[in-house]
Protein backbone atom coordinates (compact mmCIF):
# COMPACT_ATOMS: atom_id res chain seq x y z
CA UNK A 1 0.00 0.00 0.00
CA UNK A 2 2.84 1.98 0.25
CA UNK A 3 3.26 4.51 -2.21
CA UNK A 4 6.19 6.95 -3.46
CA UNK A 5 5.93 11.05 -3.12
CA UNK A 6 6.37 11.16 -6.81
CA UNK A 7 3.55 9.31 -7.49
CA UNK A 8 1.19 10.99 -5.11
CA UNK A 9 2.30 14.51 -6.48
CA UNK A 10 2.00 13.45 -10.42
CA UNK A 11 -1.43 11.79 -9.01
CA UNK A 12 -2.56 15.30 -7.60
CA UNK A 13 -1.34 16.93 -10.46
CA UNK A 14 -3.25 15.08 -12.89
CA UNK A 15 -6.19 14.90 -10.77
CA UNK A 16 -6.48 18.97 -10.75
CA UNK A 17 -7.67 18.79 -14.07
CA UNK A 18 -10.35 16.20 -13.83
CA UNK A 19 -14.07 17.14 -12.57
CA UNK A 20 -16.12 15.47 -10.76
CA UNK A 21 -14.84 13.92 -7.05
CA UNK A 22 -16.00 9.82 -7.75
CA UNK A 23 -13.83 10.19 -11.21
CA UNK A 24 -10.94 11.92 -9.60
CA UNK A 25 -10.49 9.81 -7.02
CA UNK A 26 -10.30 7.10 -9.24
CA UNK A 27 -7.68 7.76 -11.24
CA UNK A 28 -5.42 9.27 -8.41
CA UNK A 29 -5.87 5.19 -7.13
CA UNK A 30 -4.83 4.05 -10.51
CA UNK A 31 -1.29 6.58 -10.83
CA UNK A 32 -0.37 6.39 -6.85
CA UNK A 33 -1.61 2.14 -6.43
CA UNK A 34 -0.62 1.16 -9.62
CA UNK A 35 1.74 -1.88 -8.31
CA UNK A 36 -0.91 -2.65 -5.43
CA UNK A 37 -4.19 -2.53 -8.10
CA UNK A 38 -2.16 -4.63 -10.31
CA UNK A 39 -1.84 -7.18 -7.34
CA UNK A 40 -5.65 -6.81 -6.07
CA UNK A 41 -6.77 -7.76 -9.67
CA UNK A 42 -5.07 -10.92 -9.94
CA UNK A 43 -6.36 -11.93 -6.32
CA UNK A 44 -9.74 -10.77 -7.11
CA UNK A 45 -9.34 -13.04 -10.37
CA UNK A 46 -7.84 -15.92 -8.70
CA UNK A 47 -10.63 -15.60 -5.99
CA UNK A 48 -13.62 -15.72 -8.49
CA UNK A 49 -15.55 -18.61 -9.69
CA UNK A 50 -16.53 -18.23 -13.61
CA UNK A 51 -15.48 -17.33 -16.36
CA UNK A 52 -16.46 -13.74 -16.54
CA UNK A 53 -13.63 -11.99 -14.70
CA UNK A 54 -13.98 -8.23 -16.49
CA UNK A 55 -13.13 -5.81 -13.43
CA UNK A 56 -14.22 -2.25 -12.94
CA UNK A 57 -12.55 -0.33 -10.32
CA UNK A 58 -14.39 1.55 -7.62
CA UNK A 59 -13.29 3.18 -4.42
CA UNK A 60 -15.15 3.81 -0.94
CA UNK A 61 -16.15 6.61 0.80
CA UNK A 62 -13.63 8.74 1.48
CA UNK A 63 -11.10 7.22 -0.49
CA UNK A 64 -10.48 4.38 2.81
CA UNK A 65 -10.63 1.13 0.26
CA UNK A 66 -10.28 0.34 -2.94
CA UNK A 67 -12.93 -1.73 -4.32
CA UNK A 68 -12.82 -4.67 -7.79
CA UNK A 69 -15.99 -5.38 -9.31
CA UNK A 70 -15.62 -8.86 -11.04
CA UNK A 71 -18.05 -9.36 -13.41
CA UNK A 72 -21.43 -10.12 -11.89
CA UNK A 73 -20.26 -12.39 -9.84
CA UNK A 74 -18.97 -10.53 -6.33
CA UNK A 75 -17.45 -7.71 -4.69
CA UNK A 76 -13.66 -6.67 -3.21
CA UNK A 77 -13.08 -4.46 -0.93
CA UNK A 78 -9.20 -3.55 -0.58
CA UNK A 79 -8.06 -1.59 2.46
CA UNK A 80 -5.52 1.71 1.49
CA UNK A 81 -4.59 3.08 4.84
CA UNK A 82 -4.00 0.31 7.15
CA UNK A 83 -4.69 -3.63 7.60
CA UNK A 84 -8.42 -3.73 7.58
CA UNK A 85 -8.20 -6.40 10.17
CA UNK A 86 -10.88 -4.41 12.45
CA UNK A 87 -13.37 -2.66 9.81
CA UNK A 88 -13.15 -6.29 8.32
CA UNK A 89 -14.16 -8.06 11.38
CA UNK A 90 -16.65 -5.51 12.54
CA UNK A 91 -18.34 -5.87 9.37
CA UNK A 92 -18.55 -9.55 9.52
CA UNK A 93 -20.27 -9.24 12.92
CA UNK A 94 -22.95 -6.64 12.05
CA UNK A 95 -23.99 -8.62 8.88
CA UNK A 96 -23.81 -11.96 10.61
CA UNK A 97 -26.28 -10.53 13.18
CA UNK A 98 -28.57 -8.33 10.83
CA UNK A 99 -28.71 -10.78 7.89
CA UNK A 100 -31.79 -13.26 10.35
CA UNK A 101 -33.39 -9.44 10.80
CA UNK A 102 -33.27 -7.36 7.83
CA UNK A 103 -36.51 -7.93 5.92
CA UNK A 104 -33.87 -7.04 2.93
CA UNK A 105 -31.61 -9.04 1.79
CA UNK A 106 -28.06 -8.69 2.64
CA UNK A 107 -25.37 -9.61 0.72
CA UNK A 108 -23.15 -12.73 1.89
CA UNK A 109 -19.26 -11.59 3.45
CA UNK A 110 -16.20 -13.71 3.44
CA UNK A 111 -12.92 -12.05 4.94
CA UNK A 112 -9.38 -13.35 3.41
CA UNK A 113 -5.80 -12.62 5.03
CA UNK A 114 -3.63 -11.80 2.47
CA UNK A 115 0.09 -10.80 2.34
CA UNK A 116 -0.60 -8.43 5.91
CA UNK A 117 -3.93 -7.62 4.74
CA UNK A 118 -7.34 -8.35 5.30
CA UNK A 119 -9.80 -8.39 2.02
CA UNK A 120 -13.56 -8.40 2.50
CA UNK A 121 -15.34 -10.59 -0.43
CA UNK A 122 -19.25 -9.81 -0.58
CA UNK A 123 -21.82 -11.81 -3.01
CA UNK A 124 -22.25 -9.18 -6.00
CA UNK A 125 -25.68 -7.58 -5.75
CA UNK A 126 -27.97 -7.63 -8.43
CA UNK A 127 -30.52 -4.79 -9.45
CA UNK A 128 -29.31 -1.16 -9.36
CA UNK A 129 -28.48 1.75 -7.42
CA UNK A 130 -31.42 4.23 -6.52
CA UNK A 131 -29.66 7.20 -7.80
CA UNK A 132 -29.95 5.69 -11.82
CA UNK A 133 -33.19 5.71 -11.34
CA UNK A 134 -35.41 8.76 -13.13
CA UNK A 135 -36.42 11.25 -10.33
CA UNK A 136 -40.36 11.02 -12.03
CA UNK A 137 -39.92 7.15 -11.58
CA UNK A 138 -38.54 7.18 -8.04
CA UNK A 139 -41.60 9.85 -7.39
CA UNK A 140 -44.03 7.75 -8.95
CA UNK A 141 -42.93 4.58 -6.49
CA UNK A 142 -42.44 6.75 -3.74
CA UNK A 143 -44.57 4.89 -1.43
CA UNK A 144 -43.82 1.62 -2.26
CA UNK A 145 -40.17 2.87 -2.16
CA UNK A 146 -40.78 4.22 1.51
CA UNK A 147 -42.91 1.70 2.92
CA UNK A 148 -39.82 -1.42 2.48
CA UNK A 149 -37.30 1.73 3.62
CA UNK A 150 -39.26 2.12 6.62
CA UNK A 151 -40.02 -1.73 6.87
CA UNK A 152 -36.06 -1.89 7.16
CA UNK A 153 -35.15 0.93 9.51
CA UNK A 154 -37.80 -0.43 11.91
CA UNK A 155 -36.72 -3.88 12.35
CA UNK A 156 -32.72 -2.80 12.46
CA UNK A 157 -33.80 -0.31 14.91
CA UNK A 158 -35.60 -2.10 17.27
CA UNK A 159 -33.47 -5.46 17.24
CA UNK A 160 -30.96 -5.41 19.95
CA UNK A 161 -28.36 -8.55 18.81
CA UNK A 162 -26.26 -9.70 21.56
CA UNK A 163 -23.27 -10.56 19.52
CA UNK A 164 -23.10 -6.81 18.69
CA UNK A 165 -23.19 -5.43 22.50
CA UNK A 166 -20.43 -5.15 22.50
CA UNK A 167 -19.94 -2.78 19.88
CA UNK A 168 -22.40 -0.42 21.23
CA UNK A 169 -20.62 3.12 23.12
CA UNK A 170 -23.15 1.98 25.88
CA UNK A 171 -23.65 -1.96 26.14
CA UNK A 172 -26.81 -1.10 28.11
CA UNK A 173 -28.47 1.42 26.25
CA UNK A 174 -31.83 0.11 24.77
CA UNK A 175 -33.73 1.10 21.19
CA UNK A 176 -36.24 3.71 20.67
CA UNK A 177 -37.46 6.08 18.12
CA UNK A 178 -35.46 7.05 16.38
CA UNK A 179 -32.29 5.93 18.44
CA UNK A 180 -31.02 2.43 17.70
CA UNK A 181 -28.99 0.10 15.61
CA UNK A 182 -28.67 1.93 12.30
CA UNK A 183 -27.17 1.20 8.81
CA UNK A 184 -25.69 4.52 8.87
CA UNK A 185 -25.57 5.72 5.20
CA UNK A 186 -29.34 4.74 4.18
CA UNK A 187 -29.05 7.42 1.27
CA UNK A 188 -27.41 5.14 -1.29
CA UNK A 189 -26.44 1.65 -0.23
CA UNK A 190 -29.18 0.01 -1.82
CA UNK A 191 -29.88 -1.81 -5.08
CA UNK A 192 -33.39 -1.63 -6.52
CA UNK A 193 -34.83 -3.66 -9.30
CA UNK A 194 -35.38 -1.10 -11.94
CA UNK A 195 -38.51 -2.33 -13.34
CA UNK A 196 -40.28 -2.84 -10.23
CA UNK A 197 -39.00 -0.75 -7.80
CA UNK A 198 -38.88 -3.83 -5.10
CA UNK A 199 -35.36 -3.13 -2.93
CA UNK A 200 -33.15 -6.10 -3.45
CA UNK A 201 -30.11 -5.66 -1.08
CA UNK A 202 -28.39 -3.14 1.27
CA UNK A 203 -24.89 -3.39 1.34
CA UNK A 204 -22.05 -1.61 2.87
CA UNK A 205 -22.45 -2.11 6.65
CA UNK A 206 -18.98 -0.39 7.75
CA UNK A 207 -20.47 2.51 9.23
CA UNK A 208 -23.79 0.99 10.87
CA UNK A 209 -23.51 2.20 14.76
CA UNK A 210 -26.15 2.04 17.63
CA UNK A 211 -27.07 5.36 17.47
CA UNK A 212 -29.14 8.45 17.35
CA UNK A 213 -30.96 8.82 13.54
CA UNK A 214 -30.34 12.62 13.52
CA UNK A 215 -27.12 12.67 11.27
CA UNK A 216 -27.97 9.86 9.13
CA UNK A 217 -31.56 11.19 8.40
CA UNK A 218 -29.98 14.70 7.55
CA UNK A 219 -27.87 12.97 5.19
CA UNK A 220 -30.23 10.63 3.75
CA UNK A 221 -32.16 13.92 2.93
CA UNK A 222 -30.04 16.15 1.71
CA UNK A 223 -29.24 13.22 -0.79
CA UNK A 224 -32.39 12.45 -2.12
CA UNK A 225 -33.12 16.11 -2.63
CA UNK A 226 -29.84 16.65 -4.65
CA UNK A 227 -31.37 13.24 -6.70
CA UNK A 228 -35.04 14.85 -7.16
CA UNK A 229 -36.44 12.65 -4.86
CA UNK A 230 -39.14 14.81 -3.68
CA UNK A 231 -41.10 13.73 -0.68
CA UNK A 232 -39.33 10.22 -0.05
CA UNK A 233 -37.48 11.45 3.15
CA UNK A 234 -41.04 12.61 4.31
CA UNK A 235 -42.80 9.42 2.98
CA UNK A 236 -39.79 7.36 4.86
CA UNK A 237 -40.41 8.85 8.05
CA UNK A 238 -44.02 9.09 8.11
CA UNK A 239 -44.36 4.97 7.71
CA UNK A 240 -41.71 4.32 10.43
CA UNK A 241 -43.36 6.40 12.75
CA UNK A 242 -46.45 4.65 12.19
CA UNK A 243 -45.09 1.46 12.08
CA UNK A 244 -42.83 2.77 16.23
CA UNK A 245 -46.70 3.79 17.61
CA UNK A 246 -47.98 0.70 16.42
CA UNK A 247 -45.40 -1.31 17.86
CA UNK A 248 -45.90 1.36 21.57
CA UNK A 249 -49.60 0.71 21.42
CA UNK A 250 -48.79 -3.35 21.35
CA UNK A 251 -46.69 -3.17 24.18
Not at 159 to 173: G, M
Request: glycine letters at 6%.
Amino acid sequence: MNTSKFRTFFANAVCGTIPGKHRRDIVRIKIKYADYLKRCKKFAREHTDGPNKKIKIDVGARGHNLILLVGNACAFKFPLHENGYEKSMRERKIIDAFARISPIQIPKMDVFQWGGIWVRKYEFATGVLLKKIKPGVVIQNRDKIADQLAKFIFAIGVSDPASLRDLKQDKNAKPGFMYGWFHNDIADNFTVDAHTLDIKYFIDWEDAQFTDYKLGFMYMRRNWDKCGFDGLYDAVIKKYRELYEKKSEQN
